[in-house]
Structures are given as C-alpha cells and as structure tokens.
Nanobody, 126 residues
Framework: QVQLVESGGGLVQAGDSLRLSCVAS????????MAWFRQTPGKEREFVAG????????NYADAVKGRFTIDRDNSKSMVYLQMNSLKPEDTAVYYC???????????????????WGQGTQVTVSS
C-alpha cells in the first residue's frame, strides 16, 4: 500500500501563489507517474497536471498551462505543484494521485490512478 499526504493549501487572493506538496510513503514510487487533480462540489474530479517517473514528461490542463508547474523529487518521494497567478476559478480541493503501473504516459482520467491523498483545500478570493 501507498499513502499520499498533501499539504500547502490555504486561502489566498487572486494573483497570489501557492506551492502544494505531496509525500508518498509505504512503497517506493520512483517508477510511476504521479498527478494532481482537483474537485469542486457537484463536479467530477478533473486533471490538473501530471509528471512521469523521472520528470521527463509533464502534462497540464489547458486551464492551468503557463501558471502551474509540476515537479518531483524522487529522493524524497515527493511531488509538488507550484501555482502562480491564481484565479478564483482555481478554488477546489486538490488531490495527489499515483498511477500504479510502470508507464511513460500521463493519463488524465482519474480512473487510471490507484492511490489518492486526502486532499488539500485551495481557496482563491477575488
């Protein structure tokens, strides 16, 4: 089993920045794609950003391209999401996810991910 724990969420104003962190424990995660998703009440969980096992490839939702950056530190079993120029529509619970298969792609469907964190709330006021 793998446990994922997110941190770094909070209440900020539009235009501010936040850096989310996710730490994995239980088993090594160095060989697997990881991603960030977000969800608001009444809506489906949506893909935000993903990164392959060695950081060689990344993928972003159109809504966050140019503003968010995903990276990882395999020596610490951590993945990060740097969020700049935040907008009120970025308000959501953000989840870290792990795709438990050795692939070199970045699935965007939440159904492809096996392990999830508990989520961290990000609220952006206008």
């Amino acid at each position: 089993q793998v446990q994922l724990v997110e941190s770094g969420g909070g209440l900020v104003q539009a235009g501010d920045s936040l850096r989310l962190s996710c730490v994995a424990s239980g088993r090594p995660v160095n060989s697997f794609t990881m991603a960030w998703f977000r969800q608001t009440p009444g809506k489906e969980r949506e893909f935000v950003a993903g990164i392959t096992w060695n950081g060689g490839r990344t993928n972003y939702a159109d809504a966050v391209k140019g503003r968010f950056t995903i990276d990882r530190d395999n020596s610490k079993s951590m993945v990060y999401l740097q969020m700049n120029s935040l907008k009120p529509e970025d308000t959501a619970v953000y989840y870290c996810a792990l795709h438990w298969k050795p692939i070199v792609t970045i699935p965007v469907s939440p159904n492809e991910y096996t392990y999830w964190g508990q989520g961290t709330q990000v609220t952006v006021s206008s």
